[in-house]
Nanobody
Framework: QVQVVESGGGLVQPGGSLRLSCAASGKFFNRYVMGWYRQAPGKQRELVAAITSGGSTNYADSVKGRFTISRDNAKNTAYLQMNSLKPEDTAVYSC?????????WGQGTQVTVSS
C-alpha cells in the first residue's frame, strides 16, 4: 500500500504562484509514475501534468508554459510549480502515484485563484 499526501494549496491572486507537494511512501518511489489531476466544481477530473520514472513529462494544453512538474526521488516527493495562475485554475488538485498499474490517490488540496 502506498500512502500519498498532498500539501501546498491555498488562495492566491490571479497572476500569482503556488507550489504543490506530493509525498508518497514506499522504497521504490523512483519507479512510480507521478501525476497531478484537478477537478473543478461541475467538471470532470482532468490530468494536469505527469512525470515518469525516467523524468519524461507531459502537460495539459491549458497549463503548458505555466506549470512545471518535477520530482525528488531522494525525498519521495513530486512537485507542481504553478505560475501565472488564472481563475480557471481553481480546483481541487489531487496527486496520483501509479505503481505496477495500480493507482494510489491523495486526499486532494484546494487551490483557489481569486482577487
Amino acid at each position: 500500500q502506498v500512502q500519498v499526501v498532498e500539501s501546498g494549496g491555498g488562495l492566491v491572486q490571479p497572476g500569482g504562484s503556488l507550489r504543490l507537494s506530493c509525498a508518497a511512501s514506499g522504497k521504490f518511489f523512483n519507479r512510480y509514475v507521478m501525476g497531478w489531476y484537478r477537478q473543478a466544481p461541475g467538471k470532470q477530473r482532468e490530468l494536469v501534468a505527469a512525470i515518469t520514472s525516467g523524468g519524461s513529462t507531459n502537460y495539459a494544453d491549458s497549463v503548458k508554459g505555466r506549470f512545471t512538474i518535477s520530482r525528488d526521488n531522494a525525498k519521495n516527493t513530486a512537485y507542481l510549480q504553478m505560475n501565472s495562475l488564472k481563475p480557471e485554475d481553481t480546483a481541487v488538485y489531487s496527486c496520483n502515484a501509479r505503481v505496477a498499474l495500480v493507482n494510489y490517490w491523495g486526499q486532494g488540496t484546494q487551490v483557489t485563484v481569486s482577487s
